[in-house]
């Protein structure tokens, strides 16, 4: 009879969940992944997870300096099948770089085979190459297999990997590191091993070490392809203090005289992180668009060493001007950004400065020390034990013997006759007869003395921190020495130079041949040049409804300053302005000025102009027209304005009184002196308002009096003994102005 069908169970119902925190949840777990796992360094030994388990993989191999070198494959296999299952490629790419001179600045890993090089090459593939590790990387493990640090289980739970590694010397710093997280990022530039463990040794004698005392010691990144650093002190201490910052890095040249007058500059160094073949791909490009018009042929004659030769467009050409022309167009100049985002005590992600940096691996260091003193000391007290029972065997040697001989259970009878503990006991029953000689216990009595003394100077150490900072200063100059008495290298490959002076200027009038011209500016915001300086601007045409707002005499390598209403001074170069007879083009395609703000004026720069800059809320101070230029079209903010209120003034600020006057007509005459000079900021309360704002302000010279046009162009200056009545305190609301003042307020 057929069994009766039993109908499937209904599927359970689904438990419905949040989308949004599903996300979350994930996303969270993924970027903590990433911070914690792969992308940043520990502050304590300054690897990332990939580079630590590559070298505790070639520890287990056995792959200590002076050994057989063994095939990368072996120790990439090896790391990938026990530690880090993130692919053999990225594996492989991660030992590359510990292997090259020119990525490391400390090399990890020495390399036999096609490693790459500095033109970008790629290395071998890792059946062809062989390794083992360097002394650095010796000094990084050293102790691992004495507690020194922990351990914690691989991802398939069968073997240990450590956490940190022992680090002997300050690797974060030194060979610096990189690395993009999920919302955050690292860059540490590599430093001189030398200069670090000064710096180290002066925090130990002083703890509270400032980063700018520490900078006395570490001037400065210390790049393994070298190159010159040329940003100002004052810049590269902000940098180390805040732990964010860059550094502008050149190539380093020469210039090497000919026969006939006839020279060319040579680069022997250029920027970390450059590939030499790209660089020269780049710079023939340019050469090819006539971007380089000094420049008049490339060629790279490097052989282990980098030689880039240039030759010039014409002899007399100045090579300081060839070179700044190459700086600013090609990566012969790079920014290295500096970052110093690393996992803090191994957990929280934070940015840190220089002494914070040396100071985590500080306290790693003494962590190290008493985890290694106190593994050392129970291995002693093992050792003692096991001698004290020994010695007791000499003492009773017929009598052990007829135990040994003679018992059915030795070990019992050996324990309950002396006295002995299972170790001691099991000790005497594993040891050959031949070491029962009359020699041996003498050795036995001089390793217990020792032992003895042993132990009680590392209780000592123990129980004394600053015996412990001396051990550890005994430690950092061992590795001085280990690792920079090589003069290759210890000695600073990167300089630290100061940027011929003038030599922008110089670039400018090389590159743009000087002519004088006439700007143009209009009302409705278009902007041109005229040849030569035009003084009757009435033939002028404009377009549509346009007419002049304001002209003034310039030349092609000259600037023109533009003031926005969000406070913002856009810089243009008067040479890249439109010519010709059209009606030229708008700011605004020169300027990333933002969508709703105006522009407020137009002027030339000047050097060392000093100005008046103020908002409509009356609210103003002094600034120079060299802290106002920018270098991006993004320009710089100079006046801070709060909605609604607006930048209103620009005007020259020579002169001992400031004239305001605000919508409500009163005008106001005080002191220049009260008013500061910034760089940037909100400034002083220049005029007090009841309603409305500024209008104008005119900075002017008591003793030659007040001067303002009026709307039919005529000029009326009044003198001091007539604006008494006007002449008050800053910040006070002032009163009608005189007789005849222009009716919008304005002095011209």
Known sequence: MAKAHTPPAPPAA????????????????????TIMGRA??????????????????????KLDPGTAFKKCAKIVGDVMGSFHPHGDQAIYDALVRLAQDFSSRYPMIEGQGNFGNIDGDSAAAYRYTEARMTDAARMLLEGI?????????????????PIVLPAAFPNLLANGAQGIAVGMATSIPPHNLGELCDAALYLVAHPKASTDQLLTFVPGPDFPTGGIIVDQAAIIAETYRTGRGSFRVRAKWEKEEGARGVWVTVVTEIPYGVQKSRLIEKIAELLNDKKLPLLGDIRDESAEDVRIVFEPKARTVDPVIMMESLFRNTELESRFPMNMNVLVDGVVPRVVSLAEALRQWLDHRREVLLRRSRYRLSEIEHRLEVLAGMLLVFLHLDEVIRIIREEDEPKEALKARFKLSDVQANYILDTRLRSLRRLEEMQLRTEHDELKKEKAEIEGLLADEPQQWKTITWQIREAKKKLNGDPKMGRRRTQFETPPEGAALELEEAMIEREPVTVVYSDKGWIRTLKGHVAD??????????????????????????????????????????????????????????????????????AGQRMLIAGSD???FFVNQDEMLSSTRKGRGVLSVDAPSKAQVLVEGDGDYIAAIGQNRKMLIFKAADVPDMARGKGVRLQRYKDGGIVDARVFKMKDGLTWTDSAGRNFTLPRAELKDWIGNRAEAGRLPPKGFPKNNRFS
């Open 14 to 33: 689904p438990d419905p969940i949040n989308l949004r925190e599903a996300l979350e949840e994930r996303y969270l777990a993924y970027a903590l992944s």
């Open 40 to 61: 940043l360094p520990d502050a304590r030994d300054g690897l990332k997870p990939v580079h630590r388990r590559i070298l505790y993989g070639m520890h287990i191999l």
């Open 145 to 161: 297999n004495e507690d020194a640090i922990d351990f914690r289980e691989n991802y398939s739970g069968d073997q240990k990997e």
């Open 537 to 606: 601007l009435s033939s002028l045409q404009f377009k549509g409804d346009d007419t002049l707002k304001t002209a003034f005499f310039s030349e092609t390598t000259s600037k023109v300053l533009v003031l926005a209403t969000n406070g913002k001074v856009f810089t243009l170069d008067v040479g890249k302005l439109p010519g010709g007879r059209g009606f030229g083009e708008p700011v605004r395609l020169y300027a990333d000025i933002e969508e709703g703000e105006d522009i407020v004026c137009v002027m030339p720069y000047t």
């Open 618 to 620: 009356g609210r103003g």
